[in-house]
C-alpha cells in the first residue's frame, strides 16, 4: 500500500502546451490537488476527486496529498508550467524530509512541463539566449535584501532576469523596488518584458525600456524578464518587435 | 510570398515530453534545419524535406531555413529541449537582425519546449525549487574568464547553477575549472547532479557532492547542476534520495 504520488506540470495555459506524460499522469490518478486555477484546468472524469485549495499553504497540501497517496491511492498534486519552478515539488520534498516514514515510501514521480518564462520567452524572440537566472519576487519566504542582492549581483555578473510572481494585492511595491535596483547597474534603455498569460486567451505581451518600466503593468500572471545590458530589440515594421540576448558575449560586454 | 518558419523544441528526447503544439507546427512544415541527432528524432512523411547538418554553424543554419521560408515555403527549425535555451530561437533572430528585409516579412514563430533542466530536475526532486541560474559552459562564443566570473556571482549570491554544454571533445578542462572556481563559496558538501539524456532509454541521473564531484562523468548529453549552500539531499531507503532547494531562506543563508 505505498501509493503514487505524481506532481505535474500543466505548462503555461493552452492545452497544445501540456505533454502526453502529464495527461498519461491525470489519467492515472484519482485524487487531485493543488491551487485552485490549475485543479480548475483540469477535465476529471466522474471518478477522479478533485480536492483544490485556495487559500491552505502548499506544505499543508503537499502533506494532505502524501496522506492520502500512503493509503495505496494513486494522488496527483498539479501546477502551472513546471512544478519544480517555484511550485509544488519543492514543498513535497519539504515535507517528506519532516514527515513521517510511510511518506518516504510513496512512489513519487513528477512531470516536468513548460514554465512560464520559456512561454513568454518564445512569444517574444529569444531574450533568454544567453546566460538568466529565475528568481522569485515574493517576499513571503526570504527576506527582501537577499532578493535585492540577487538581483543586483545577476545583472552586474551579465545575467537576464526572469523575475516570477511579481506582484500581487499584498505585495505591491516589490516590484518597483527590483527595477530600481538593477537601474543602478544596467543601461536605461536595457529591454524588459512583461509576459501575461502566455498561450492563454487573455494574453498580453510587452516590452518596455528599463528606464520607463511601469510596474503597474505587471499582475499576478505576469511573468517580467529583465534583459542584460546585451540584449536587443529588433524592429519588423508591422510585425511586432522580437527582443533577444545574443549568443556571442562581445568586448564591451 | 512571406513564408512562415517554426522554431520548435522538441522537448529532453522522450515522445512524451513533446508538446502538441511542436506535433502541430511538425505537421505543418515541409522542410526541416537543425543539427542531426535532432532532426532524425523526426517521423517525416514523404512530403517532408529533412535538411540535417553537422558541421555548418548555427547562424548559417539560420540563414539557410530564413531564405527557404522567405521564398513562401513554411520551414522548421528544430531544437532539442527549449529553442530559447541555448539554441536555435537565438540564432535565428541575430539573423533577421543581419540580414535582407525579406527576412523580417517571414512569419516566424518559437514554440517552446520542456528544457534539460527541468527534466534533469523532476527526475532528481526539487533542486531548482528555489532562485537559480542556467549558464552556457561553452567557451566558443564567450571568453572563459565571463563564465567563471558569472559562475562564482551565481553561486556568492545564493543561485543554484544549471550547467548545459559541460563538456565536449574539444572542451575537456572548463567542468572541472567550474567546480574549482564554485568551490571558492559553496560548501564541500554541496550537492551536484548529473543528469544524462533525462527522459531517453539512456538516461542516467546521479548526485556527488561538490568536493568529490567527477567532471569526467559527465558527456554532452548532461545537465549539471550545482546546489546552493541550502540544498539538501533526502535519502528514502531503496528508493533513489531526493534532491531539492527549499523555498525558504533561512537565516544562515
Redesign the interface.
Given at each position: 500500500m505505498n501509493g503514487k504520488l505524481y506532481v505535474i506540470?500543466l505548462?503555461p495555459g493552452?492545452?497544445?502546451?501540456?505533454?502526453?506524460?502529464a495527461l498519461?499522469a491525470i489519467a492515472a490518478s484519482t485524487h487531485f490537488y493543488g491551487y485552485k486555477p490549475y485543479v480548475s484546468r483540469l477535465k476529471l472524469r466522474a471518478d477522479q476527486v478533485a480536492v483544490a485549495s485556495d487559500n491552505r499553504e502548499?506544505l499543508a497540501r503537499a502533506k494532505d496529498a502524501l496522506d492520502r497517496a500512503a493509503t495505496g491511492t494513486t494522488v496527483a498534486i498539479v501546477s502551472g508550467g513546471?512544478?519544480?519552478?517555484?511550485a509544488m515539488?519543492?514543498?513535497?520534498?519539504?515535507a517528506?524530509?519532516e514527515g513521517v516514514d510511510q511518506w518516504?515510501?510513496v512512489?513519487?514521480e513528477?512531470?516536468?512541463?513548460?514554465?512560464a518564462m520559456?512561454?513568454v520567452?518564445?512569444?517574444m524572440?529569444?531574450?533568454?539566449?544567453?546566460?538568466?537566472?529565475?528568481?522569485?519576487l515574493s517576499d513571503n519566504?526570504?527576506?527582501w535584501d537577499?532578493i535585492e542582492?540577487?538581483l543586483v549581483?545577476?545583472a552586474?555578473?551579465?545575467?537576464v532576469i526572469a523575475l516570477y510572481n511579481p506582484i500581487s494585492k499584498s505585495r505591491q511595491w516589490q516590484l518597483g523596488r527590483a527595477f530600481d535596483a538593477v537601474s543602478a547597474v544596467l543601461p536605461p534603455e536595457t529591454p524588459v518584458i512583461f509576459g501575461r498569460a502566455a498561450g492563454r486567451n487573455d494574453e498580453a505581451m510587452g516590452v518596455q525600456l528599463l528606464c520607463d518600466a511601469k510596474a503597474e503593468d505587471a499582475d499576478m500572471a505576469t511573468c517580467v524578464i529583465i534583459g542584460s545590458a546585451a540584449t536587443?530589440i529588433?524592429e519588423?515594421?508591422d510585425?511586432p518587435a522580437?527582443v533577444?540576448?545574443?549568443?556571442?558575449?562581445r568586448s564591451h560586454?
Open positions: 506540470g505548462g493552452s492545452d497544445k502546451q501540456i505533454t502526453p506524460q498519461d502548499e513546471d512544478p519544480g519552478v517555484f515539488a519543492a514543498a513535497v520534498c519539504e517528506i524530509e518516504r515510501d512512489d513519487l513528477i512531470i516536468p512541463g513548460v514554465t520559456l512561454a520567452a518564445a512569444r524572440g529569444a531574450p533568454l539566449g544567453h546566460d538568466f537566472c529565475a528568481v522569485n519566504l526570504k527576506p537577499v542582492t540577487r549581483a545577476a552586474s555578473a551579465g545575467f536587443r529588433v519588423r515594421g510585425k522580437l533577444y540576448s545574443p549568443r556571442s558575449v560586454s
